[in-house]
Every structure is written in structure tokens, then in C-alpha cells.
């Protein structure tokens, strides 16, 4: 498996929505690739036959009546917005304008 | 401190009594529920500048439910023998579930300040049990730590040591109840965060089975390992609390749908004679403090004096368990966080120059929100789930956790309980390890298997380490849905160790009042 660098750390951070200074990335990608080296062996454990687990106890087709139960009123689902407008949420533009 | 009560017990007696001791006296008129509130306000007041443990104090509220129980009692009839046995018993809970009416922070600057409109499901059933809650204790950010190092107000101290961390993610929690600060308190694990700050601080705490317990109302951190459970300094005081907060919940579509078993009944067993407790050879020896050893091999030898036969298991691949959990935890993480962007809840910080777009936005929110550790693992989890990577690194974490699930399987073939320490080596002190995260990650190698196979798990006090003076935490583990086990198991040794030590193991902690205000201090 490829070691991640400080460039693969700066793409993630793009992805994952947080911007990081030229230090942090750097500090970021020097203790990533200590864990990334560390947990390597998890792709050495297992034979193709074993199947994956992704739930520790499965329940199968986890179904309720289909009634309306308790829903919050606009202000109460507005009482932690940081920004609110009629009744809705503001969001700033979702694309540059500029 | 408050007036004495008819009984003449006085407030320092009284925040000494287990949680089951309190509810006997409260049922038998011996003290009110509002004294009894009253003197853990006052514990609090007088220490907590010390240990940190709250985030915020519900002394208001807490109060008021009290003084209802209490009127409810004088009343009787039908209402005051409706109440439940906890009634007028308070109760801290972590600061990472929702409560209406106060703040909740999960420990982060990205929520200060907000407020739930909602209660989790197991506060719901606090409040309908009546149990006045003193507020909400410190954790590390999200849960993602095992020191309360992490958290963005300033870490909580351990109440044996003030310059010795007191666990995590849930040491405010532990340390609360450590410190006489509260009789109980609500934890979550997701991979030791319950049973790993218990061990160090000398408390008890359990994670139930995966589903026992509804996770409504947890800020979710890796919703396939986390679980809620009690924080407690005895294990029938954790049994009782279990009761009421698990049970089958409609909102959370991963819980159990069978009634839980009788878990009080199971604590009060009193016998462990036949039964077989296997200890898991991965999880001792090397790697382990000698004064961890020595606990752990003492209370090997008093089960085996109860009758109890002792063999032992291997559990091979739990070799790649801590990796695999830093691989799946991380993952499911980065995706339950990706909901803090600054639109509908919480902070929101504008970038300092250039375009105001969303996007920016959210970079700029999540930069000063996040602490360095939540970033660590949100970009740790976006690489193991991104393309080309998923099937090395999620693919096959998920693989592992077969197989540790495996090798449980067979254990429990072997055995009815398994045992090990709970943490490899006692508190260590403050900023030791912060800037190692990986040594950080090591203290929950005993505790993560658990996670993985979403069976249940109980620290204990198993006494104090030879080498340093510090608590030592002993850990039960038992198949999922077989949670009594822990409790029945976990009493006698409980009973046991105590007879030794001559009372509980709190007892021999340093006084924090004497050390603090000359106020908590009882007249002789």
C-alpha cells in the first residue's frame, strides 16, 4: 500500500471540507503516515473467504408503522441555525459568482 | 452545606453512599432526595475547580425534580409507590448526548453554545425515573481520545493524582463519580471510552451489548461500535442504571428487539461456582505495567478460590483488532461529521478574504471548529473510504472484524465469561502522550475487541498498582445479549476485592476538600 503524503493530505482536506495552513499539512501528513504504517497489517489478516462484517449484531428488514409521530416546528429546527431567514436556512451562495 | 437531616447523616456520609444505598434511604424517609441533590451541588461547587469534570451544572432543574420527588413521597398513595427505585437519585450525564435545557458541546467549539431541541431516549427515561440530572460532563472532542485531553475546555483532572489524566473519551464521567461529584453518570464507548477512564480512576463502567442500549440522541462518532452505558462506583449501582436506560427504543433502528434480561437479579447472585472464566492470552503479559500484572493475577486467584474455573483462551487475530479499529472508526466518523458546516447548527466562521461561497465557508467553519484530533481522523477515515484505497483499508478492517468476532465465537465456547486487564498500564500524566497520537491509541487495546464484536464489556477496580498507587482496572467480557454474566460475575469479585481492602477502593483516595475549601469539611 502506497505511504500518504503531504499532497494526498492537502486533496483530503479539500474533500473532507477543512482548510489547513502549510504547517498544519505538514505536521498532518508526517503523524498520518506514522498511523497509515501502523495499520497496515489489517490488509495482510484476511483471505478472500472471509466475508466482511459491517454491522456487529445484524438485524435484517427493521420496519415501523408508517405513522407521523413527533416533528419539530420551523423554529424549533431553526433555534441552532446560525442564520435563518423566513422560516428557512441561509446558506451563503452555493457557487462564485465573481 | 446543607442542614442535617432527622437521620444525622451528614453531607459527607451521604456522597459516599452508592447509588443503591441512597435509593434505600430516600425509600425509607431517612433523607430527601432535595438534600441529597443538594450535597452533590455542593461537592461539585467545592471541587470541581480542581477536576473539570462538568462542562455545565443543571443545579436548577436538578432541584426541581428533586423537590417533586420528594412532595410525590411525603404525598404517598398510588403515585409515591409508582416511583421508580432510582427516584431523587442523581445522575451526570456525557456531555456527547442531547438533553433539552441545557447546552451540549460533544467537547467541541463547533458546538458551543447549542442547544438540543430534543432529548436522547436515555434521558428521556432518566426524567421519567425521576433522577435530577446535575449536568454534563466533560469528554474528549466527539469522544476521540482516551485522556478528555482532547476536549476544547481544558482537560479533566484524575481525582488520585490531579496531574494524571483520568481517561477517555469519558473522564468527565468517571472522574465526577470518582470525586463524589455525582453517584452515577451516563458514558458512551466506542472503543473504551466508558471502560478504559473507569479503570483509571478506580470506578466501574460498562458497555453494554451493541443494541441494549439506544443510541438515540448520542452524537454519533462510528455508529457500528458506539453504545451508551452506565458510569457507576459500584457494579449493582451500573446494573440498576442499565435497567433503566436499555430496552428495545422504535428510534433507533440497531436496537435489540427482546426485553433486557434481569440484570439486578444477575448482580445480587452472589455465587460464581462452576462457572468457567478464561483468560485471553493476547490480552496480558507483554505490553502490560507489572503492577497492572499483579491485580490482574490477584483476582484471577480469589475466582478461583469462589469456585470459578480458571482456563485459558487464545484469540489470535486480535492482533490486527486495534488497526482495524483505526481504520473503521475513523471512517465512520468522517462521514457522521460531515453534518457540522455551519449551516444549520452550531458555529460558522466566514474565510477571511476572497469568495463567500459555501464551500469556503464550510473550510473555514470546520478549521476552527475541529480541534487537531478530530481533523486527524476525518482525513484518516476520507482516505481509508476513498477510491482505491477502500478495499486495502475499510474492505479489510471489515474482514478483521469477522474475525475477531470469530475468535470470540470460539472462546465463548471455552468459557462463559473472559477476563483481562481492562488498560495496560495505570493514569499517566497530563500531556504525556498528546503528541504521540499513536501511544495514545494503545491504551484501548484491550477494550476495542469488544467494539468490533459489539459484545458486552465491565470494568472494575481490581485495586492499586504496586510500582505507583494508582487504580487498576479488571475487565469482564461475555457474548452478546449475556450482559448478566458481566453483573454476576463482576459483584463477587466486586465483594471479594472489598473484603480484602477493608470497603470500597475509593475510600483510599486522596480527599480533594481537604485539599480545596475548608467549606466541605464536616464538623466532628
Redesign the interface.
Known amino acids: 500500500m502506497a505511504a500518504i503524503n503531504r499532497d494526498d493530505v492537502a486533496h483530503l482536506a479539500r474533500l473532507a471540507h477543512i482548510e489547513m495552513s502549510a504547517e498544519e499539512l505538514d505536521r498532518m501528513a508526517g503523524e498520518l503516515a506514522v498511523i497509515v504504517d501502523s495499520v497496515k497489517s489489517v490488509s495482510e489478516a484476511a483471505g478472500d473467504d472471509v466475508p466482511a462484517t459491517s454491522h456487529p449484531i445484524p438485524l435484517t428488514n427493521v420496519f415501523r408503522d408508517d405513522v407521523v409521530g413527533h416533528t419539530f416546528t420551523a423554529e424549533q429546527a431553526l433555534s441552532g441555525a446560525p442564520d435563518s431567514d423566513e422560516n428557512r436556512f441561509k446558506v451563503p451562495a452555493i457557487l462564485d459568482e465573481a | 452545606m446543607t442542614e442535617q437531616n432527622p437521620a444525622g447523616i451528614s453531607a459527607e456520609t451521604l456522597i459516599r453512599l452508592s447509588a443503591a444505598q441512597l435509593a434505600d434511604k430516600l425509600a425509607a424517609g431517612e433523607v430527601t432526595a432535595v438534600e441529597a441533590t443538594q450535597a452533590y451541588l455542593d461537592r461539585i461547587a467545592a471541587v470541581d475547580g480542581q477536576v473539570n469534570a462538568f462542562l455545565h451544572v443543571n443545579a436548577e432543574e436538578a432541584l426541581a425534580v428533586a423537590a417533586e420527588v420528594d412532595a410525590i413521597r411525603a404525598a404517598g398513595g398510588a403515585e409515591a409507590e409508582a416511583l421508580h427505585y432510582l427516584a431523587g437519585v442523581p445522575i451526570a450525564v456525557k456531555d456527547l448526548i442531547v438533553t433539552i435545557g441545557q447546552p451540549t458541546t460533544a467537547g467541541s467549539k463547533i458546538l458551543e453554545g447549542?442547544?438540543?431541541?430534543?432529548d436522547a431516549t436515555v434521558v428521556e427515561r432518566l426524567r421519567a425515573a425521576k433522577m435530577p440530572i446535575l449536568g454534563k460532563t466533560n469528554l474528549d472532542e466527539f469522544a476521540m481520545g482516551s485522556s478528555t485531553e482532547h476536549s476544547a475546555y481544558g482537560p479533566t483532572r484524575n481525582p488520585w493524582d490531579l496531574d494524571r489524566i483520568p481517561g477517555g473519551s469519558g473522564g468527565g464521567s468517571a472522574a465526577a463519580v470518582a470525586a463524589f461529584e455525582a453517584p452515577l453518570a451516563l458514558g458512551t464507548d466506542t472503543g473504551g471510552s466508558i471502560r478504559q477512564p473507569g479503570a483509571v480512576t478506580g470506578t466501574v463502567g460498562v458497555k453494554p451489548?451493541?443494541?441494549s442500549v439506544s443510541r438515540y440522541g448520542a452524537i454519533a462518532m462510528a455508529s457500528?461500535?458506539d453504545q451508551i452505558g452506565p458510569v457507576t462506583r459500584t457494579v449493582l449501582d451500573s446494573a440498576l442504571l442499565h435497567q433503566v436506560i436499555g430496552g428495545h427504543d422504535?428510534r433507533d433502528?440497531?436496537s435489540?428487539?427482546e426485553p433486557l434480561a434481569d440484570l439486578v437479579a444477575a448482580a445480587k447472585t452472589g455465587n460464581v461456582e462452576g462457572l468457567r472464566i478464561g483468560i485471553i492470552k493476547e490480552l496480558h503479559g507483554e505490553g502490560y505495567q507489572a503492577g497492572v500484572e499483579n491485580r490482574f493475577n490477584d483476582a484471577l486467584e480469589l475466582l478461583k478460590e469462589a469456585g470459578a474455573e480458571i482456563v485459558e483462551v487464545s484469540c489470535p487475530?486480535f492482533?490486527?483488532a486495534l488497526?482495524?479499529y483505526?481504520?473503521i472508526m475513523p471512517s465512520e466518523a468522517?462521514s457522521n461529521l460531515?453534518k457540522f458546516?455551519?449551516?444549520?447548527?452550531?458555529?460558522?466562521v466566514?474565510?477571511e478574504e476572497g469568495?463567500?461561497?459555501?464551500?469556503?465557508?464550510?473550510?473555514?467553519t470546520?478549521?476552527a471548529g475541529?480541534g487537531d484530533e478530530v481533523?486527524?481522523r476525518?482525513?484518516?477515515g476520507?482516505?481509508a473510504l476513498?477510491a482505491g484505497?477502500y478495499d486495502?483499508?475499510y474492505?479489510?478492517?471489515?474482514?478483521?472484524?469477522?474475525?475477531v468476532?470469530r475468535d470470540f465465537d470460539a472462546a465463548f465456547t471455552q468459557a462463559d465469561v473472559l477476563i483481562s486487564p481492562t488498560a495496560p498500564t495505570t493514569a499517566f500524566p497530563l500531556g504525556e502522550k498528546l503528541d504521540d497520537?499513536?501511544a495514545m491509541?494503545l491504551n484501548d487495546v484491550a477494550t476495542i475487541p469488544a467494539?468490533?464484536?459489539?459484545?458486552p464489556g465491565l470494568s472494575l477496580p481490581g485495586g492499586l498498582a504496586d510500582e505507583d498507587g494508582l487504580p487498576v482496572g479488571i475487565q469482564l467480557l461475555a457474548p452478546?445479549r449475556e450482559d448478566a454474566r458481566l453483573y454476576r460475575v463482576g459483584a463477587v469479585l466486586e465483594s471479594l476485592l472489598e473484603a480484602k481492602w477493608g470497603g470500597p477502593l475509593l475510600a483510599q483516595a486522596p480527599d480533594l476538600a481537604a485539599a480545596g475549601t475548608l467549606e466541605t469539611q464536616e464538623a466532628k
Open positions: 447549542w442547544h438540543s431541541p430534543y451489548t451493541y443494541g457500528s461500535l422504535p433502528s440497531t435489540l428487539p487475530n492482533q490486527y488497526g482495524a483505526y481504520l468522517s460531515a458546516d455551519g449551516v444549520r447548527y452550531g458555529l460558522r466566514l474565510p469568495p463567500m461561497t459555501i464551500e469556503r465557508v464550510m473550510g473555514a470546520r478549521a475541529f481533523k486527524r476525518i482525513i484518516l476520507t482516505y476513498s484505497y486495502a483499508y474492505g479489510s478492517a471489515q474482514k478483521v472484524r469477522t474475525l468476532q497520537p499513536l491509541y467494539n468490533l464484536a459489539g459484545v452478546a
